[in-house]
């Protein structure tokens, strides 16, 4: 009897367990945190998988993370943006190993400043290797020596090379998805011209391909600055830089150009013999738009608390059907699962381009409305028994929650005027909160209470951007623990009003700069 009791509730317990498995099947999904309560949970929970389920970070290796297919689908979107522009302008893709030996690392006295944050490998197996090989932080070292080897006249001149979507390793203090990582993929530019002039054009250009990219297609606003001397690339003679602000008030750096000046052609030996017949140094630069920095802010800047908002540029899925069905009416649901089919084949059929799924699993409607909101699809079409049997059927703005009707009848006009409408409330969107972002400081005083109460850029007159200014640079990052000076507008510097003064050490005024915390 003691036996049979025990195998009952033994039973039971599996049967228990069952319940329990069943009913946790499906992790829950959902934001539990205001974004602008608490903007570093939020960003947490959305990228995790009771958000967009964007990435793991339980790999085991701290800094290193899983990256999901939602994400990566959107990062290579903007990878074959890049790309596009990117080889327009005349450049041609190189893949480069991911190994650097150490010298060529050291090389450059000035570059050596990454060597601290560098993974290095020492053994191949049990044996010890006869010199150490770098994981790639950054890829002049290896382009540079065999540019040397490449360039041999002036007619191999504009020499333009880019690398896209390849890994760099760096070991980063701190981690955080997509804004600082250990290992994420990279993207460069790496340009030799005959004179510094053409060096400029380009760097000219990189800014405005991020302008297309950046602002125009994603609606990421974002202000592109002249670095300070002090916060130049190391290398590098002047360094410019598209920053845009987060919610937290902090400054997302998203690319980076870098005028090179012969810095580097003079240590790997890149010349080219002249129109003249002479050996001349050529003059570099090379563009970082930051992949990963841009992921970031499209996360932070255009989602809500209800999940990501994607532009529908990037987005995996620019349109999803929900179809409206009943359990307890099989013959109405199997209407309108027909129904919600034709309009994606529709759509699929009449309008170009337009990447459509149906979801016609087993959830509620309120599930799917509330799963697609986190991966941030702009539009969401329902149809139920009234849209069945008509030829309009309901669609709805990822960003207003509004309902309207598309007419199917006329669905590639009607489709594409609610994509545009999408878009342009996006930027609008986008615009007016980069606007409210930036305030204006003449003290030290000052500068610590917007940090304190708004944070954001902070518009501030300096004594100067040259090396001589840094010693203003440290006091004020030491005073407002963290603030930075991005630098001066690279499009249209401001002046400052006569009279005015440094607003450290009171010495007169040369610029008008932008201070604000960065990651």
């Not at 990566?72 to 979107?77: A, P, Y």
């Not at 944050?117 to 044996?127: P, Q, S, Y």
């Not at 070991?171 to 005959?194: I, K, Q, S």
């Not at 810095?263 to 090379?286: E, H, I, S």
């Amino acid at each position: 009897m003691a036996k049979e009791t025990n195998k009952n509730n033994q039973k039971k317990k599996i049967s228990n367990q069952k319940d329990h498995n069943q009913n946790n099947d499906k992790p829950k999904i959902g934001i539990t945190v205001k974004k602008a309560d608490n903007f570093s949970e939020w960003y947490t929970q959305l990228c995790a998988e009771q958000g967009a389920d964007l990435v793991d970070t339980r790999y085991g290796v701290a800094g290193f993370v899983v990256h999901k297919p939602w994400a990566f689908k959107i990062l290579r979107s903007i990878y074959d943006l890049l790309d596009k522009e990117i080889e327009e302008d005349g450049h041609e893709p190189l893949l480069f190993p991911t190994v650097i030996p150490e010298e060529n690392l050291l090389k450059e006295e000035e570059h050596a400043g990454f060597a601290p944050d560098v993974f290095w490998i020492t053994h191949g197996g049990n044996t010890k290797l006869e010199r150490k090989l770098a994981l790639r932080p950054t890829g002049e070292t290896a382009f540079y020596p065999m540019y040397g080897l490449w360039i041999r006249s002036h007619n191999d001149l504009p020499f333009k090379r880019y690398q896209s979507r390849m890994t760099v390793f760096r070991n980063e203090a701190t981690t955080r998805p997509f804004l600082r990582g250990r290992e994420f993929m990279f993207y460069e530019t790496h340009d030799v011209f005959a004179t510094h002039k053409e060096a400029v054009e380009q760097i000219n250009t990189d800014m405005k391909i991020m302008n297309k990219v950046a602002y125009e297609t994603l609606k990421i606003p974002f202000i592109f600055f002249k670095r300070p001397k002090w916060d130049k690339f190391l290398g590098a003679d002047d360094t410019y830089a598209s920053d845009t602000i987060m919610p937290d008030g902090k400054r997302n750096q998203c690319s980076s150009t870098h005028d090179l000046g012969q810095n580097f052609a003079k240590v790997y030996d890149v010349t080219f013999k002249d129109k003249d017949g002479k050996l001349k140094y050529g003059y570099q630069t090379c563009f970082g738009p930051g992949i990963y920095r841009l992921m970031a802010a499209l996360i932070a800047i255009h989602g809500d608390d209800n999940g990501l908002i994607l532009p529908t540029s990037v987005t995996p899925i620019q349109v999803v059907i929900i179809p409206i069905t009943f359990s307890k009416k099989p013959e109405l649901t199997s209407k309108v699962i027909k129904k919600c089919k034709q309009v994606k084949e529709l759509i699929e059929k009449s309008c170009f381009g337009i990447k459509v799924r149906l979801d016609d699993d087993d959830e509620t409607p309120g599930y799917k409305y509330n799963k697609w909101e986190l991966m941030g699809v702009p539009l969401r079409i329902e149809i139920g028994p009234r849209e069945a049997d008509s030829d309009e059927v309901t669609i709805v703005n990822r960003i207003t929650k509004e309902k309207d009707k598309l007419n199917l009848k006329d669905i590639e006009k009607d489709l594409n005027k609610h994509i545009y409408e999408f878009e342009k409330q996006l930027k609008n969107r986008a615009d007016e909160y980069f606007k409210g972002n930036t305030k204006d400081a003449d003290s030290l005083e000052k500068i610590k209470k917007i940090i304190e109460e708004h944070r954001g850029f902070i518009k501030v007159p300096w004594c100067s951007t040259e090396k001589e200014g840094e010693e203003c640079a440290d006091i004020l990052k030491a005073d407002t623990q963290g603030g930075v000076v991005s630098g001066t507008k690279f499009e249209s510097p401001e002046k400052p009003k006569k009279g005015q003064k440094c607003a450290i050490c009171g010495k007169p005024a040369k610029h008008i700069v932008y201070v604000a915390k960065s990651y």
